[in-house]
Each structure stands twice: as structure tokens, then as C-alpha cells.
């Protein structure tokens, strides 16, 4: 089947670093990704809507210059942490669909300390 | 409004016996149901999916779950739970008016006792 894939699946960094994560459709093709943050023991919360050939599209209360997106061809979109804070500290989930709205595809996550 | 709802946070079964997860969805819209799981530190995985077809979906584990428009309901069943189901389970929606994007509800915590 589709497989989307995260790396890193593991970062640690300081404070104020800059933090880029990679989302890779790797047998599709992918116009809209999907960047999802995850705290412990909570649900799947949206971020933003990744648009290739045009910019994100991102939901209420998520930061555009904290969390850059960049959907850089029909199989990659990155998501840059900015000047990273402990409280961005979090589980980083993509999605990709296919087929439309009845499949998405998700990565296996990037989880991200920022000490 | 657009929503999912998933009713429990936490179930605890005992093995052997039946499992069933709560989900309700509120929209003017056709949804298209998922049910998801995730096991520690390990990625999401589809369970199922109702995309306007039958309304009983079989799944992946001896899952399945029942489409009830009339109750927006989407409950996740299973008649005998093993310790592998323990997990968090995840109901989502997406909606004939915003595409691709999916809705997660809250999560259900799955314990099973031996």
C-alpha cells in the first residue's frame, strides 16, 4: 500500500535552534499534505494544510512564521520549527491523501525535544 | 457545526469479552468515517473506513463498525478483545464540504485485563 515516511522520526535541540521536518509521499503523488502535532496522551490536533505550488493553508492559532511550510515538490513537504521553544515540544504527524477524501495515508511521526 | 465526538476516554475490557468505542459525528454534510489506531510510540494505522457503501464496515483484527446516520453514530465493535487491542483509538471524520481535511475525535484509551 502508500507509504508516507518522516524523518527525522527523532529530534532533540536547544532552545532558540530551528528544527526542519521532512514529509515524503514515496509511491504517489501528493498536491496536499497534512501537518498534525500531538501532545501526550491527546488527540491529533491540525496545524496547517500543505499546497503544492502555493502556501499553506494554516488553522486558527497556529503561528505562520513560528511553523514554516514548504511543499516543495508532488512527493515532499517540510515543516520548519522556528526558534524553538520547550512548549514546541511535541509529536509531528503528516498525512497524505489518495484517492480523495477516502484515504489518507500517515507518517509515523516525528517526535521533537526542544531541552 | 462540524464535529466528532468520541464519548469515552478511557475503556477497560477484560480478555475475551466484547469491546465497543463510541463515536458520533454532528454535520449537514456526507461524512466519510475512519477509525484509527495507535499503539505506543508506533504510527497510525487504519482500522476501517465508511465511505458511503455498506454500513457495517469490516476492518483490519476482527474490527468493525456500524454506520447509523439516523444516530450519526459510528461505534466501533469487536466481540472479543485481545491484549494486542490495547491502544489508543482514534474516530475521524472528513466532509463532503472540506475535501481532504480529516477531524480527529478525543481518543479512547483500550485497556485489556487478562
Known sequence: GAVVSQ?????????GTSVKIECRSLDFQATTMFWYRQFPKQSLMLMATSNEGSKATYEQGVEKDKFLINHASLTLSTLTVTSAHPEDSSF?????????????YFGPGTRLLVL | AQSVTQLDSHVSVSEGTPVLLR???SSSYSPSLFWYVQHPNKGLQLLLKYTSAATLVKGINGFEAEFKKSETSFHLTKPSAHMSDAAEYFCVVSFSNTGNQFYFGTGTSLTVIP
Open chain 2, 23 to 25: 463515536c458520533n459525528y
Open chain 1, 7 to 15: 524523518h527525522p522520526s527523532w529530534v532533540i535541540c536547544k532552545s
Open chain 1, 92 to 104: 509531528y504527524i503528516c498525512s497524505a491523501p489518495l484517492g480523495g477524501r477516502e484515504t489518507q
